[in-house]
């Protein structure tokens, strides 16, 4: 996710649907490799499904919000309505397979559908049988990755 809203930033083209009010759930990898663990320890987990987060719920517009802030770059989001951003995405990737572009358009239907709609899962089967608490929190995790977030839009130095 970071890549896609770093890149957007930086091409100035990145908007949001509805106010950016969809909410996300987010996943740092630290939480994400704590959880494996706590599965591998556990053998009623074999063949079980597990959602993992971080614990809290993020609408986008926050999200993308801290990354600005991150930045220090001033930004202003603009509004556009979903079906127009849906069809905006569907045209370029279908004119990126018509030209046979190697690279990936700077918009797509998975893209669109993220801004749009609520992405929130429930961990609490998670804590109950795997006893996982996110070790990491958002807020921690933004600052573990602000080097990386900046490198993404200024290069790397």
């Not at 930033?9 to 990898?29: D, H, P, Q, Y």
């Not at 494996?36 to 499904?49: H, M, N, Y």
């Not at 959602?51 to 609408?59: P, Q, R, S, Y």
């Not at 358009?105 to 893209?111: E, G, I, K, Q, V």
């Amino acid at each position: 996710v970071l890549p896609f809203v770093v890149n957007g930033l930086k091409a100035r083209r990145l908007m949001i649907e509805g106010g950016g009010e969809n909410v996300l759930s987010l996943t740092f990898i630290d939480n994400a490799v704590a959880a494996i663990l706590l599965a591998l320890e556990k053998p009623d987990a074999t063949c079980r499904v597990y959602n993992i987060t971080d614990g809290i719920k993020v609408t986008s517009k926050k999200f993308i919000d801290d990354i600005i802030s991150i930045l220090g770059i001033k930004y202003h989001l603009k509004n556009i309505p979903y079906s127009l951003l849906y069809s905006m995405a569907y045209f370029f990737e279908q004119y990126y397979i018509l030209t046979r572009r190697q690279t990936k358009p700077p918009l797509t239907r998975f893209a669109a559908r993220i801004l749009k709609y609520h992405a929130s899962f429930d961990i609490s089967r998670a804590m109950t049988e795997l006893h996982y608490h996110p070790k990491v929190t958002y807020k921690e995790a933004l600052a573990i990755c602000t080097p990386y977030i900046r490198s993404l839009y200024f290069g790397p130095k």
